[in-house]
């Protein structure tokens, strides 16, 4: 539905162009039904050279006047005062006699006509009013008295004042003389239709103008800048045409040398800007025709400065009719460079700019067809220009658009990628936080059982006292020395007599509490235990971190796995004042699992729920059936966890309290290794838990054992739902 929409969106663009010529073609033509109805005034017309009082009277005597055909060009019949008359003798049809009447008379080309009925003045062309191009797009029109019109003969006389001798004639073939009442609407609809335009394009073009200079001043990127610059100038350039055309500059309004000077560098400028808008537009970059183009320009535009200025303008023209056909072959060129755009990159504004470039194209021929007098057709180049000006400054404010969806959607995804960002920064925050806390409590775990290892056997060892002595080889009896005294060679042996036997051996007495030796000696290996279980821990890990966990599965009895695990932990719970509760099991009721592992997994769990229990309570291990899996629970009555750290806890190196001073020890790895070594079975892990009500973790393991993954079948993680709470 919004492509179809966008597609007619589209046709719509692209026919507007069309459509506007068409609506002017439409305007212009004089609707059938009042051909029959309206006197054509136009062909074989006498004229007279000069100006003289009487010349607008019926009685006039004009037989030996010149023949002049209207519409056609004034200089181009062979007439050169810029002051002439015409007269054209008609018959009033009876259809048009004695009702109010309208003249209607079109397209006289930098010149004024005064018009003349039976010698009674009847209006004037208000080519004055506008510029010297400008009275040939308009169509002026006079209301008729009936009383100054006779039911035979009658004279119709235009005074002709010319401007610019070698551009001058009427080219408008609306010569017509009909019914007040049929002939004005048809007069209104051209000239409406016409102002409407003009002075629409106008606005539309100033408000283009105001947005595109706020634009510009901000564009960064040069390409682009140079695009708006061009569109710009295009659209400065036809307002600029269209203010002349209207007479909406004071100054202008005349048709003079300097309005005619203007409107030709309006022309040029536009020309100009054209093709830049074109180049950037299609090929994005400058090409060498750019640099001759801008040469021509800047010289069309300095020869009619200097024209004005030395020479009253009497160059322009033709200046004007060397630069035309420079225009004529532009034109292709820019058709062609669009075309091929439109060609390559398939974008449908391309499109657009190729139907306006051939409307302006046309339009073109047209209007140099009419001036040559080939063709009476209504001028359209005025409505080109609105037509350029409107498409440029439609592409330009559809790129705006686009560029704030651009930028609507980058700032969405910085939006998001601020978030990620801030979200990755305190992740990182929270590792570096994490890996200080390791440091201090991997030392702190390590320090105190080296304390032991190292200070225990210190103090034993300062217990030991060394006493001097000696020992006969002949008897072998020894001999405790008194402070201050020795023995020499000749010293003989107290007990059998014997010299020289007597040989110093010192002896090693313990002068320390002898009952508290093997409590420190239990210290000491207990020390050492911990330490070795730490280091255990860490290997693990970084084991099964890099994925080298393999399981050795066999089939198991929970029964037999109970009194291992009553053994081993049995003991540590007595240590801590706990009942260790094992749930009564069927001596039936096993799984296939990997004996070291799943002990390691129960063991960490018990371990846990001794170390965070107080003395008194009690820690059950039970365990339940569901189809195709058994659940172990470990249950404690401890410190509980809070929910908010029910996930933490899973993490490598985490603990609630993380805090070196905390009152339990631990690496914070058991239940990661844990976690780890369940989804080795393609089990889950989670827990239940609040803060001060205890603790209960399940670990939920297939009887039959993990499923082996066929290739490319999805891993374990994926078909089990995320370890944890
Ligand atoms: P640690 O070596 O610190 O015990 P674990 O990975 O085994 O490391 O446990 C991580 C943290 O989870 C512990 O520091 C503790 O805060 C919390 N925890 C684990 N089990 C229990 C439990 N049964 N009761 C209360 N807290 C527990």
């Known amino acids: 539905m919004r492509l179809l929409a966008r597609r007619l969106l589209l046709l719509l663009a692209t026919a507007a162009p069309f459509l506007a010529c068409w609506l002017f073609i439409d305007a212009y033509l004089l609707p059938a039904r009042l051909v029959p109805q309206v006197l054509n005034l136009g062909g074989t017309w006498k004229v007279q050279e000069g100006d003289a009082p009487g010349w607008e009277a019926p009685e006039l005597d004009d ?61 004037q062309t208000d080519e004055f009013a506008r ?45 017509l003389l009909g019914t007040f009442e049929q002939l004005t609407p048809y007069y209104l609809r051209g000239s409406d239709l016409r102002r409407f335009v003009q002075s629409g394009a106008l606005v539309l073009f100033l408000f283009m103008l105001v947005l595109l200079g706020t634009f510009l ?3 960064a990127d040069p390409a682009r800048r140079a695009l708006q610059r061009a569109t710009f100038f295009l659209i400065g350039a036809a307002a600029f045409y269209l203010c002349v055309l209207t007479g909406s500059f004071a100054f202008l309004s005349q048709a003079s040398a300097f309005t005619y000077t203007c409107l030709i560098s309006s022309v040029t400028i536009m020309a100009w800007a054209l093709l830049e808008f074109c180049e950037q537009y299609c ?15 800047v010289g069309v535009l300095l020869t009619l400065a200097s024209s004005y200025a030395f020479a009253q303008a009497a160059w322009s023209p033709t200046v004007y009719q060397l630069f035309a056909p420079y225009l004529f072959f532009l034109l292709p060129y820019v058709v062609v460079l669009t075309t091929r755009a439109l060609m390559r990159r398939k974008r449908a504004a391309d499109l657009v700019v190729t139907a306006t470039l051939f409307c302006i194209f046309g339009a073109g021929i047209i209007d140099l067809l009419t001036d040559l007098y080939v063709v009476h057709a209504p001028r359209l180049f005025g409505l080109a220009v609105v037509n350029m000006g409107l498409c440029a400054g439609a592409i330009l404010i559809a790129d705006f658009i686009q560029l704030s969806y651009v930028n609507k959607r980058l700032s969405a995804s910085l939006a998001g990628t601020n978030v990620e960002l801030g979200e990755a920064l305190r992740r990182a925050e929270d590792v570096a936080r994490i890996k200080g806390e390791l440091l201090a409590n991997v030392s702190h775990e390590l320090r105190t059982p080296l304390n032991a290892i190292i200070n225990l056997p210190q103090g034993l060892l300062s217990s030991f006292v060394e006493q001097p002595a ?22 003989a042996c107290p007990s059998c007599g014997a010299q020289s036997t007597l040989e110093a051996t010192p002896l090693c007495r313990f002068d320390g509490d002898l009952a508290e030796v093997p409590r420190h000696l239990r210290t000491i290996s207990r020390s050492g235990t911990h330490l070795m279980r730490l280091i255990n821990d860490v290997l693990d890990f970084s084991h099964l971190e890099s994925g080298k966990g393999r399981l050795r599965l066999e089939p ?5 796995l109970w009194s291992e695990l009553h053994e ?18 069927d001596s039936e009721l096993g799984l296939r699992a990997d004996p070291i592992k799943l002990t390691q997994i129960l063991v960490n769990l018990l371990g846990n729920a001794i170390k965070f229990s107080p003395p008194g309570g009690t820690v059950e291990l039970t365990v339940a059936e569901e189809p195709g899996n058994l659940v172990f629970c470990v249950r404690d009555q401890g410190i509980g966890i809070a929910p908010e750290h029910h996930q933490l ?4 190196f985490r603990q609630v309290d993380g805090s070196h001073t905390r009152k339990f020890g631990g690496s914070g790895l058991g239940l990661s290794i844990t976690r780890k070594l369940v989804e080795l079975h393609q089990g889950n892990l989670w827990l239940e838990s609040a803060l001060g009500q205890g603790s209960a973790f399940f670990v939920r393991l297939p009887r039959e054992g993990p499923v082996e993954a066929a290739p490319g079948a999805p891993s374990p993680s994926d078909r089990h739902p995320r370890t944890g709470s």
């Open 556 to 560: 198991l009895s929970v029964s037999q």
């Open 217 to 219: 001043r901000q564009e």
């Open 568 to 585: 081993t932990m049995g003991p540590l719970a007595r240590v801590h004042d706990l009942e260790l509760r094992f749930a009564p099991v």
């Open 649 to 652: 806890i899973f993490e490598s």
């Open 131 to 175: 510029g010297p191009k400008a009275d040939i797009e308009g169509l002026d029109a006079w209301k008729v008295d009936p009383r100054d019109l006779r039911p035979g003969e009658n004279v119709l006389a235009l005074r002709f004042e010319w401007a610019l001798i070698g551009d001058d004639g009427v080219v408008d073939a609306r010569v």
């Open 283 to 297: 090929l994005e970059r400058p090409s060498r025709l750019r640099k001759v183009h801008r040469v021509i320009c």
């Open 63 to 123: 037989t030996r006047w010149r023949e002049f055909q209207l519409p056609g060009g004034y200089s181009a019949q062979g007439f050169r005062a810029d002051r002439a008359w015409a007269r054209k003798r008609f018959e009033l049809p009876p259809a048009l006699q004695g009702q109010p009447l309208l003249f209607t008379l079109g397209g006289v080309r930098t010149g004024r006509a005064t018009v003349f009925l039976n010698g009674h003045a009847v209006g």
């Open 470 to 491: 000696v020992r006969c080889h002949a008897c072998a009896a020894g001999f405790e020395l008194e402070a201050g005294e020795s023995v020499g060679p000749d010293t």
